[in-house]
């Protein structure tokens, strides 16, 4: 079997939980062949960021076109672009076609509550990144800074439906709106639309704390699955699963004192 090839923009975590270091334990655990483009390095660990080094624009083009211009890449995706220049820099490359199947999960604010982008980065997401994926996967609170509206006042899943379409508007292919933070449900559901169409995947809440690197995970997984020929709902719903299963298989781990890493690789089965 030859695997498919997938590609991750994002930030290093030297926590090993999320950014760069989740998105290639997601590819290989999910039979994809990982390559990577460093856009930040951060010292980081379960209980927050401590520092953070940026690259610039120029040195993340150079890694993107370097993997580009020799493998096959099938399905791309983004995490942590840490400026707005990085974000117009990754805008270009998709327009040129460089990053088929893009996969933008727009990171804004680690788990941890640190900010991981600078001013303006919203603007540039919302009008120049967004429109070109085919899925963007923004949590929450995420999904209301790039639409400008209070999360507090996303209290219930019919909220949460309209708040996807507000998103859906900016004119990503499909949009995936995360409800783990919707903390008034006792259930953990995401809402999908795909060309006009509302799903809801709904699901229990699982109880652990080790949660850090989720959205970097499930976005990792989408862009697994698309890579794999599947199509947008079959891909966030086997993510989606996949996540799941990694938190189960975590919950009773204690790697640090904050909020911990996931079972990407399923050793809790």
């Not at 429109?131 to 019919?158: F, G, I, K, W, Y």
């Not at 995936?176 to 809402?191: I, T």
């Amino acid at each position: 079997m030859q695997p498919a090839v997938a590609l991750t923009i994002a930030g290093s975590d030297s926590g090993g939980g999320a950014g760069i270091q989740a998105d290639l334990k997601t590819f290989s655990a999910l039979g994809v062949f990982g390559t990577s483009a460093v856009t930040a390095v951060t010292a980081q660990n379960t209980l927050g960021v401590d520092a953070v080094a940026v690259l610039t624009p120029g040195e993340v083009e150079a890694q993107v076109r370097a993997v580009t211009g020799d493998f096959t890449v099938a399905a791309a995706k983004t995490g942590m672009l840490a400026t707005p220049e990085v974000v117009e820099r990754v805008a270009a490359l998709a327009e040129a076609g460089l990053l088929p199947q893009l996969v933008v999960d727009p990171v804004l604010v680690a788990t941890s509550g640190d900010h991981l982008m600078k001013d303006g980065g919203v603007q540039a997401y919302r009008e120049r990144l967004v429109p070109l994926s085919t899925v963007v996967t923004p949590n929450l609170a995420e999904a209301a800074a790039l639409v400008e509206v209070d999360p507090h006042d996303v209290r219930t899943l019919e909220d949460l439906v309209a708040l996807a379409r507000r998103v859906s508007a900016l004119g990503s292919a499909a949009t995936l709106v995360k409800g783990g933070h919707l903390r008034e449900l006792d259930r953990s559901p995401d809402v999908l639309l795909v060309g006009g169409t509302v799903s809801v995947l709904d699901g229990t809440r699982v109880a652990t704390e080790n949660d850090h690197g989720t959205g970097c995970t499930l976005s990792a997984a989408i862009a697994a699955g698309l890579a794999r020929g599947r199509s947008v709902p079959e891909a966030v719903a086997e993510a989606k699963a996949y996540v799941r299963v990694a938190l189960e298989g975590a919950a009773t781990w204690r790697l640090g004192r904050g909020r911990g890493p996931i079972d990407h690789l399923g050793w809790g089965r």
